[in-house]
C-alpha cells in the first residue's frame, strides 16, 4: 500500500520534517520517495528506519557531494531523496542510532549553511520585487499596483525575517552551550 | 603550528586513536564506539568533517584504494602521532591536578 501526501516546510521548520518522518514511520508508513512538496510513503513495519535531513554545502563540487554521500552510505544509510542542496537519508534502526551530527560545532555549521541558504533566497527575491517596483512606478498612473508589491514585499520581508529569526536562535543556544562542552 | 597549546576535541582526538592502524570511515566509528565503552558514537557527518580537517592538517592520511578494498582508508601519520603524544601530556595534567584537589577533598 502507497500514500502521498502534500507538505510544505520552510528551512527553519527542518527539525520538524524530520520529526513527521520519523512519526509516519513509527505509524508504519516508510518514506520511499520525495518529490518536494510531495512525500510518498509505503505501509510497512513500524519503525524500520530512521530519517535524516542534512543540507549540504552549494560550494561543494560534484565530487565533493558524492564523496560525501558515499561516505554516509558507507555507514549503512542510504539516500532516498534530494531537494536543491537537502539531502534525505535513512538508515535501518536495527543497526543502531542514526544521527549525521554529534558535536554541537557541525551543529552550529548546518545551521549556519540554513542562515545562508535563507539570505541567499531572500536576497534573489528582493532584487526581482525591487525591479518590478520600478518598473511599475515608471509605467503606471494607477496607485493601487504599486501600493500592492510594496505590500507584497512588506510580507516577504516580514516572513524573511521570522525565518531567519528562528534559525539564529537555534544557534544562538547551540553556542552559548559550546562555551562550556562540545 | 603556532605555540598555544591546543585542547583536541572528543572527535579528534578519538579519530586520531583509532587511526594508529588503517581504517575506514565506518571501521572508526565502530572502533571508538566500542573504545569509550559506547559512551562516543561518532556520526557519520561530524566524523567526516572530521576526517577532511585532519587531511589537511597533514595529521592522517589517505591511502590509496585497493583491488579487495572499495572503500577509502586512512592512517595517522608521524606528525599525528606528536600531536596525539602532546595531547595526552595535556590530559594528564589535567586528572593530576584534578586528583589532587577532589582526593583531598578541598581540606586545608
Known amino acids: ?182 | 603550528m603556532q605555540n598555544e597549546q591546543i585542547a583536541l576535541t572528543e572527535a579528534i582526538y578519538y579519530t586520531l586513536l583509532s587511526l594508529y592502524e588503517p581504517l575506514h570511515g565506518y571501521g572508526i566509528m565502530q572502533k571508538v564506539e566500542k573504545m569509550s565503552e559506547g559512551r562516543v558514537i561518532l556520526a557519520a557527518g561530524t566524523l567526516y568533517g572530521a576526517l577532511n580537517n585532519l587531511l589537511k592538517k597533514g595529521w592522517i592520511e589517505a591511502l590509496p584504494k585497493s583491488v579487495n578494498n572499495r572503500k577509502k582508508e586512512y592512517l595517522i601519520t608521524t606528525q599525528g602521532k606528536e600531536i596525539v603524544e602532546m595531547e595526552l601530556l595535556r590530559l594528564q595534567e589535567l586528572i593530576d591536578n584534578g586528583m589532587k584537589i577532589v582526593e583531598s577533598g578541598g581540606e586545608k
Open chain 1, 1 to 182: 500500500m502507497e500514500k502521498k501526501i502534500k507538505k510544505l516546510f520552510t528551512v527553519w521548520k527542518f527539525a520538524e520534517e524530520e520529526q513527521w518522518l520519523n512519526e509516519m514511520a513509527a505509524d508504519g508508513w516508510e518514506l520511499t520517495k520525495v518529490n518536494v512538496p510531495q512525500y510518498t510513503f509505503k505501509k510497512s513495519t513500524p519503525n524500520e528506519y530512521i530519517y535524516r535531513l542534512e543540507l549540504l554545502d552549494p560550494k561543494l563540487s560534484k565530487k565533493e557531494r558524492e564523496d560525501y554521500i558515499d561516505f554516509i552510505e558507507e555507514t549503512g544509510a542510504e539516500k532516498i531523496g534530494e531537494f536543491s542542496n537537502w539531502i534525505y537519508f535513512r538508515k535501518k534502526s536495527e543497526l543502531g542510532t542514526f544521527n549525521l551530527f554529534s558535536d554541537l560545532d557541525s551543529r552550529i555549521g548546518h545551521l549556519k549553511r540554513m542562515f545562508r541558504r535563507l539570505l541567499g533566497g531572500f536576497i534573489s527575491i528582493t532584487a526581482v520585487l525591487l525591479f518590478l517596483i520600478i518598473l511599475i512606478a515608471n509605467q503606471s498612473y494607477s496607485i493601487i499596483l504599486p501600493i500592492i508589491t510594496v505590500t507584497i514585499f512588506a510580507l516577504i520581508l516580514c516572513l524573511f525575517g521570522y525565518g531567519l529569526t528562528q534559525i539564529n536562535n537555534r544557534k544562538k543556544v547551540l553556542v552559548e552551550e559550546r562555551k562550556f562542552r562540545e
